[in-house]
T-cell receptor, first 117, second 114 residues
Framework: DTGVSQDPRHKITKRGQNVTFRCDPI?????LYWYRQTLGQGPEFLTY????????KSRLLSDRFSAERPKGSFSTLEIQRTEQGDSAMYLC???????????????FGEGSWLTVV | AQTVTQSQPEMSVQEAETVTLSCTYD???????LFWYKQPPSRQMILVIR??????QNATENRFSVNFQKAAKSFSLKISDSQLGDAAMYFC???????????FGSGTQLTVLP
């Protein structure tokens, strides 16, 4: 099964440290998304890529957050100078957009849990 | 801005019975898509069912069906013959036709009682 995979699954870090998460989307999926989910809430959109281009960023994505998708395949999400409020699960998702692509199905990974202590 | 509301934080159902999860949304768009996702304890979000707003017929996927009331902006999920494996957090999600991202509700935790 070549679903969306994320690494690491869990990360505990001290406040002020930098962390990086990696996402490998489903092969040949051209669109990749990052969402954040806190306990008891639904996922919130952070950003998305069409191939290697980052086309949209949410207001939730502060300047401490940066995402890349250098070759249009895997993506990384880096959080600099982590704060306790960054503790959440970071979900990656991907989809294959064909044509207008308005109704394309989005497939999610298992997420990366971040705990900032 | 679009919002998605799930007013039932928790629901329970007896195994083999039927349960309905509620979802309402607010939008001024005419072209949009609605989804129900399931998130079991393993945490991977799985698509359960989707509905295109332009389709009048309610979507059905095996034991899962929706009641899509466009005028009322309501999109409920019915699970028939509930199974223990259906226990999970269920999220209702909305996507405008012109948008790229999903907007999720806060979820309903479903417990299936043996």
């Amino acid at each position: 099964d070549t679903g969306v995979s994320q690494d690491p699954r869990h990360k505990i870090t001290k406040r002020g440290q930098n962390v990086t998460f990696r996402c490998d989307p489903i092969s040949e999926h051209n669109r990749l998304y990052w969402y954040r989910q806190t306990l008891g809430q639904g996922p919130e959109f952070l950003t998305y890529f069409q191939n290697e281009a980052q086309l949209e960023k949410s207001r939730l994505l502060s300047d401490r957050f940066s995402a890349e998708r250098p070759k249009g395949s895997f993506s990384t999400l880096e959080i600099q100078r982590t704060e306790q409020g960054d503790s959440a699960m970071y979900l990656c998702a991907s989809s294959l957009v064909q044509g207008a692509g308005a109704g394309n199905t989005i497939y999610f990974g298992e997420g990366s849990w971040l705990t900032v202590v | 801005a679009q919002t998605v509301t799930q007013s039932q934080p928790e629901m329970s159902v007896q195994e083999a019975e039927t349960v309905t999860l509620s979802c309402t949304y607010d939008t001024s768009e005419s072209d949009y898509y609605l989804f129900w996702y399931k998130q079991p304890p393993s945490r991977q979000m799985i698509l359960v069912i989707r509905q295109e707003a332009y389709k009048q017929q309610n979507a059905t996927e095996n034991r899962f069906s929706v009641n899509f009331q466009k005028a009322a902006k309501s999109f409920s999920l019915k699970i028939s013959d509930s199974q223990l494996g259906d226990a999970a957090m269920y999220f209702c999600a909305y996507k405008a036709g012109s948008a790229r991202q999903l907007t999720f509700g806060s979820g309903t935790q479903l417990t299936v009682l043996p």
